[in-house]
């Protein structure tokens, strides 16, 4: 049985409240776009309840506390299928059984939960290193990434907290949608049609007139930084994937 | 004259080879500005070389009174020189770091007019970021030495790391390639921040507010190969900075030849040592973080690291009546000894033996480099300990022979071929 949910946090987790309700704890979480074919399995859509959601995930609370739970979040931000059908499997045995210790590194399930979570966790931190931010005319600081998983909303706090001073705009764009923030809050921005053009770098701005300068000598202070007696091109590209290259200034 | 352009270039290759990298260890918090200290430090980028890049990494000037041989921005080189302003490293060091490009400046320079000079110069960078700018970023600051204990402490109240380099790991060495120089020099700095660190954090204990000073602490970095020294000379001296003086890292850097005039220096063109480099990092963290004391790895019977294995399979093999270790009793600090086993995995395997024995197939995917490990331990379904008293046979099975002048990857230069085990029994 699939469940077709909405794509949000809030959509899966009706999935788990969904199961339980129904007695259809086989069933694995999807979304529309996502699904192949019906033709095989039936599907059911399931609809995002705010008070369903909050009575699971308080459950939840109690029985793996604040930690787990941010964790069953990073692994659902992976994105996948597979990830979210593990995750889902946990949390029915964990509302089945009364305890899952997620320590228990020996059961296959938990350990492929820990390495989605890990995986989530270095895209995470690769995009706070590969954010590359372009100044335009008005001061506003835009940049555009294109992460595997789902890891925007893993790294807002992070650029709000250091970037306090800077309007700024970081824009998923495999996944359409950015945050944006206006020196006092962040918000959730989906794009327009005038927003965007369908080149993966030229979002319809007019840049700040010293913006190309510092773009060139950011490529000239990185081609000086290199020694070329130390030349490793397989470590280079283990550690800045090719994938990431056309939104790195220094590599474009 | 050349424009910015051509003196970022001057004074960022100037720089480079001074290879701490590290953004890690600040604790700033942005307060009314911009910038902040992640604590783990963030690599933004790699150069084509595979080192990381997350500071902007410049000399203020490559100027230099000393001649020290294996510099390029010794007195005596016939190079282009240059200078920043305070103002023109302040502007890039912001521009650079609202982009995302930074986590924040190193700032080094050659000795100009004399010690308390450069230092003041670099002293008025810091200070103006931290106070005009708001800069909460990382800042890694050089010590020069010579400089009075009144600037280096003041220039402390800014940065989050000072650093000053021993370059050449013995005084012996150093006197052959920089007269001038002397280890002493490196010390007195060392141990002037090293007393303020310790005096603010006594009261730190009675008082509420206490300045930030240094919170990233200190480190040094030694150059290998240019001078004949053996690793048990590297590693004994990392091992005598290290205590005396708290650092926070050591770092080796395989020496690079520039210098077609000096004799007792390697050749120009000759490759750096990037193995024995790779060799010695592990050594140094074997002593930090895996319990294992200098001479247990290195000592006069066994002064040089084994190029072509990781200097704990070295030891293990040395040492084959502590194997093979039983992962399902063995405390977490003798599992980590195991060759293949790292202090993620071994905490992996001491939490998940809670609820069962762990067998070979649950470790596997631990994270365990299980091929070489196999040798060395032991599971719940193990049917002997593989090897561990055939050390000879086990160390053929693992080593391969290393390609000249192949770049430095560890873990794949221990041969994982399964084919091997054929020959053993």
């Not at chain 2, 048990?232 to 003086?245: H, Q, V, W």
Request: with cysteine; glycine share 6%.
């Amino acid at each position: 049985m699939y469940y077709i949910f909405d794509g949000t946090y809030a959509g899966y987790i009706c999935c788990v409240f969904e199961a339980f309700s129904r007695k259809e704890i086989d069933s694995r979480p999807t979304r529309l776009d996502l699904i192949q074919t019906t033709l095989f399995f039936e599907s059911r859509p399931i609809e995002t309840h705010p008070e369903r959601f909050q009575r699971v995930v308080q459950a939840m609370e109690k029985k793996i506390g604040h930690a787990g739970m941010k964790l069953f979040y990073q692994n659902f931000l992976a994105d996948e299928e597979k990830a979210w059908l593990n995750g889902f499997q946990l949390l029915i045995k964990l509302f089945q059984t009364e305890t899952l210790d997620l320590k228990n590194y020996g059961d296959p399930q938990i350990l492929q939960f820990h390495q989605t979570i890990k995986k989530v966790n270095r895209e995470r931190h690769r995009m706070k290193a590969f954010v590359r931010f372009m100044k335009d005319s008005n001061e506003l600081y835009t940049a555009i990434i294109e992460p595997d998983f789902n890891v925007l909303p893993l790294i807002i706090d992070f650029f709000r907290n250091r970037y306090a001073d800077q309007q700024w705009l970081i824009y998923d764009i495999r996944r359409q949608y950015g945050y944006h923030y206006n020196l006092k809050e962040v918000q959730e921005v989906f794009s327009t049609a005038e927003m965007l053009t369908d080149e993966s770098q030229s979002l319809q701005v007019s840049l700040d007139l010293k913006e190309e300068e510092y773009q060139i000598l950011w490529k000239k202070y990185f081609k000086s930084t290199n020694i070329e007696q130390r030349k490793n091109l397989k470590l280079h590209i283990r550690h800045v994937p090719q994938r990431y290259w056309k939104y790195l200034t220094e590599k474009s | 004259m050349f424009d910015f352009g051509d003196k970022l270039q001057i004074l960022a290759d100037a720089a480079k080879y001074d290879v701490s990298c590290s953004s890690s260890g600040g604790k700033r918090k942005n307060i009314g500005g911009i910038g902040d200290s992640s604590s783990s430090g963030i690599c933004h980028t790699y150069t084509e070389d595979g080192r990381c890049v997350s500071l902007l990494k410049i000399l203020m000037t490559n100027y230099c009174i000393f001649d020290c041989a294996f510099c390029v921005s010794r007195k005596s080189n016939d190079i282009q020189r240059a200078a920043f302003s305070v103002k023109e490293v302040v502007e890039l060091t912001m521009n650079f770091y609202r982009r995302n490009y930074i986590e924040g400046l190193f700032l080094s320079s050659g000795i100009f007019k004399s010690a308390d000079y450069t230092m003041e110069r670099l002293m008025l960078v810091v200070k103006k970021l931290r106070t005009e700018e708001k800069f909460h970023g990382y800042i890694h600051l050089k010590a020069i030495p010579g400089a009075s204990e009144a600037l280096l402490k003041e220039a402390g109240l800014y940065v989050d790391r000072m650093s000053v380099n021993l370059e050449i790991p013995t005084e012996e060495g150093l006197k052959l390639v920089a007269p001038e120089k002397d280890h002493q020099s490196v010390r007195e700095p060392l141990q002037t921040i090293k007393t303020e660190i310790i005096a603010l954090k006594e009261e730190k204990k009675t008082m509420k507010k206490v300045p930030l000073f240094v919170p990233a602490g200190q480190s040094t970095q030694m150059v290998i190969g240019a001078t004949g020294e053996s690793d048990l000379d590297i590693m004994g001296t990392a091992n005598e900075f290290y205590k005396s003086y708290n650092l926070k890292r050591v770092y080796y850097s395989g020496y690079i030849p520039i210098n077609p005039k000096d004799s007792l220096l390697p050749q120009v063109g000759t490759a750096p040592p990037l193995q024995r480099e790779n060799r010695l990092y592990q050594t140094d963290w074997l002593l930090r973080f895996y319990g294992f004391s200098l001479n247990e790895i290195l000592n006069t019977q066994h002064e040089n690291l084994e190029l072509d294995m990781d200097p704990k399979l070295a030891w293990a093999i040395r040492n084959p009546q502590f194997f093979p270790i039983d992962i399902n009793t063995a405390s977490y600090q003798w599992i980590i000894r195991i060759p293949g086993v790292g202090r993620q995995s071994a905490n992996k395997i001491v939490q998940a033996r809670k609820f069962g024995k762990l067998r070979e197939d649950q470790v596997k995917k631990m994270g365990i480099a299980f091929n070489r490990a196999k040798y060395f331990m032991s599971c719940a379904d193990s049917v002997f300990g593989l090897g561990f008293q055939y050390p000879e046979q086990v160390r053929k099975a693992l080593v391969k022979q290393p390609l000249i002048g192949e770049a430095s990857d560890s873990s794949r230069l221990i041969s994982e071929v399964d084919s091997y085990q054929l020959t053993l029994f």
